[in-house]
């Protein structure tokens, strides 16, 4: 139904109905996105399907609450505001002032940091304004190897920071799976990177912030401590915490946080006024308000007590479901998990990860294929499949639905081909996420 259709429609009918009626009827009408694009308001509707009906299980992924989509879906995506609340480059931000603030106040309340920047549009431009803030191109820079869990922005070779900067890389122990620390020492020692990055993408164990922190001060570097995955864990007790230990510490804001799709960084007060400069105007232009104020709910969210429960009940899922596993004879990188992330190695099963990712796909399980530490196999085609338990903790799910979705793990990995079987796992998937509806996307 276009405008003028609909307001002659009211203007036919407001003399006849009360409002209640009135409101039951535009109720009833297509909602303006249906009317307005009817082929993306489907393929969003089938996406929230999909989401609500398969067992979530990348661990960068989780379901935002109704509250937080409600805020990212906002007029005020409508608004520019470049500069820092009470001063912006733009007049109207009598509101957007008062919700960076909130949403700063509370990222430091949550994290009990001195500074929070809340623009970054996500984790790779926050780790670029990191950069950009302490480094000149050519510096070199010290990461967790990509293959043994590092994230690209941690001076991998196809990324800006590997392209602009001299990256060097300490591994996981090839039997351990973990980082060793007498290693990092030794490099950074011999190396003396101005940057020393802790954390990764694919790191089931907990990291040692303070042995980094030591290890920065050894060797004159300062540290990054990039907890895009963990930052829900740490708001909730879940992980310890790197603030007060690195210089800067950058997150993603959708992962175990549970908020908008963004990137926050946080620092001392000696640093914020490098980092502020690097995000705006170094790196990026206007904030994304609604993200800002979507952020703004998920920190007040993670002030509840209720978040620490989640945080904790990440840990123990990924730990049931890590436990059943090796049960089941699967290898997992570093022999479990300490947080909410596992990686499989599948080399013992005779399986690629993408074939595991894609036969589980269709059993109703949503994995993603990654590659191992040492890696023979190519990183689109890798040995690993990489896990995690947010989303469907967020679910409500607990121990029991662990075991149950590594006992379907297994059923597929041993019949990777058998579409009966997976058809059959699909719809007791279906009936599993039936009875623990997620947040925002179930019916
Ligand atoms: N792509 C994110 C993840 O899945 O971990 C990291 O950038």
Request: charged share 20%; aromatic share 8%; with cysteine.
């Amino acid at each position: 139904m276009c405008w003028d259709e609909y307001r002659w429609l009211t203007n036919q009918i407001l003399p006849w109905v009360d409002s209640a009626a009135l409101f039951v009827i535009l109720g009833a009408m297509p909602s303006s996105l249906e009317a307005t694009d009817p082929t993306i308001s489907r393929l969003i509707a089938q996406e929230t399907e999909r989401q609500a009906s398969k067992l979530r299980l990348i661990p960068s992924e989780n379901f935002a609450s109704s509250a937080v989509l409600a805020a990212t879906g906002s007029a005020l995506t409508n608004k520019y505001s470049e500069g820092y609340y009470g001063r912006r480059y733009y007049e109207g931000q009598e509101f957007i002032d008062q919700i960076e603030e909130l949403a700063i106040e509370r990222a430091k309340a949550v994290f009990g940091s001195a500074h929070a920047n809340v623009q970054p549009y996500s984790g790779s431009p926050a780790n670029l304004a990191a950069y950009l803030a302490f480094c000149k191109p050519g510096d070199k820079v010290m990461g967790l190897h990509l293959p043994s869990g590092g994230h690209l922005t941690h001076g991998w070779k196809v990324s800006i920071s590997g392209k602009f900067f001299e990256a060097v890389h300490y591994k996981v122990g090839k039997e351990s799976g973990r980082v060793d620390l007498d290693e990092v020492r030794e490099t950074a020692l011999r190396e003396r990177p101005k940057v020393l990055w802790a954390g990764g993408t694919a790191v089931p164990r907990t990291v040692d912030f303070a042995g980094f922190a030591e290890i920065a001060k050894e060797c004159g570097a300062l540290l990054f401590a990039d907890i895009a995955h963990i930052s829900g864990l740490v708001a909730g007790g879940a992980h310890p915490s790197p603030v007060g230990l690195a210089d800067v510490v950058t997150t993603t804001t959708h992962k175990t946080l549970r908020g908008p799709r963004g990137g926050m960084i946080m620092a001392s007060e000696e640093h914020a006024k490098a980092i502020d400069r690097a995000v705006f105007p170094g790196l990026q232009g206007g904030p994304h308000n609604h993200t800002t104020a979507a952020l703004a709910v998920a920190l007040h969210e993670a002030q509840q007590e209720s978040f620490k429960t989640y945080a904790h009940q990440i840990v123990r899922n990924a730990k049931a479901l890590a436990t059943r596993l090796l049960e089941h004879g699967f290898e997992l990188v570093s022999g479990g998990t300490d947080n909410h992330l596992i990686l499989i190695d599948l080399t013992n099963k005779g399986l690629p990860g993408k074939v595991l990712a894609k036969a589980l796909d269709s059993a109703g399980i949503v994995t993603n294929y990654n590659s191992v530490p040492y890696d023979p196999r190519k990183p689109f085609d890798p040995s690993g499949l990489r896990i995690g338990t947010p989303a469907v903790t967020t679910q409500g799910m607990c121990e029991p639905e662990m075991v149950k979705i590594a006992d379907w793990m297994q059923q597929v990995a041993d019949a990777p081909s058998d579409d009966g079987l997976h058809e059959r796992i699909a719809g007791d998937v279906r009936d599993l996420c039936k009875a623990f509806p997620a947040p925002g996307v179930s019916g």
